[in-house]
């Protein structure tokens, strides 16, 4: 989270952390201007992603001041105390125009999976997970 903390203080936003009491990860404030973010992160190239239901639901609600931070191809040593390092990141926003795209699945997977279907966004393959 903090590659995308600092992403949006460089953008001279003020940030809130509601990771633990919200199902969006920042609140950015800027002025008058309001932006929830969701932050994920993959040690893959960043092309899927897992959304929990809430955040979809979040995402059709507040479409249009939302923004999704991906920082991808990150580094993890260390199997006791983890230090992740290294990565790129890549930030939706506004999810708005995307809104409708989460509620069209293309692929059931089977039911002993914790994800419920996949979907096509931006060129990419996101995951949606039942909760």
């Known amino acids: ?15 809130e952390d509601k990771s633990r009491t ?6 950015c404030t800027r002025g008058r201007e309001k932006l929830f973010v969701e932050v994920k992160g993959t040690r893959s190239l960043g092309g899927s992603a897992v959304l929990t239901r809430n955040e ?7 479409g249009q001041v939302l923004a999704l931070f991906v ?5 993890v040593s ?5 230090k992740v390092t290294g990565g790129k990141h890549r930030v939706l926003r506004p999810w708005g125009s995307i809104g409708g795209f989460l509620t069209t699945p293309c692929i059931r997977l089977q039911a002993s999976q914790a994800l419920e279907r996949v979907t096509y966004l931006s060129g990419h393959l996101w995951y949606i997970a039942s909760d």
């Not at 919200?22 to 609140?27: A, K, S, W």
């Not at 979809?56 to 507040?62: E, G, P």
Request: proline share 3%; charged share 25%.
């Open 78 to 82: 260390g199997a006791k105390h983890p």
């Open 22 to 27: 919200e199902c969006y990860d920042l609140i």
């Open 71 to 75: 920082m991808h191809s990150v580094k």
């Open 56 to 62: 979809v639901a979040h995402a059709k609600t507040n």
């Open 1 to 15: 989270m903090r590659w995308a903390k600092k992403y949006f203080a460089d953008e001279s936003f003020s940030i």
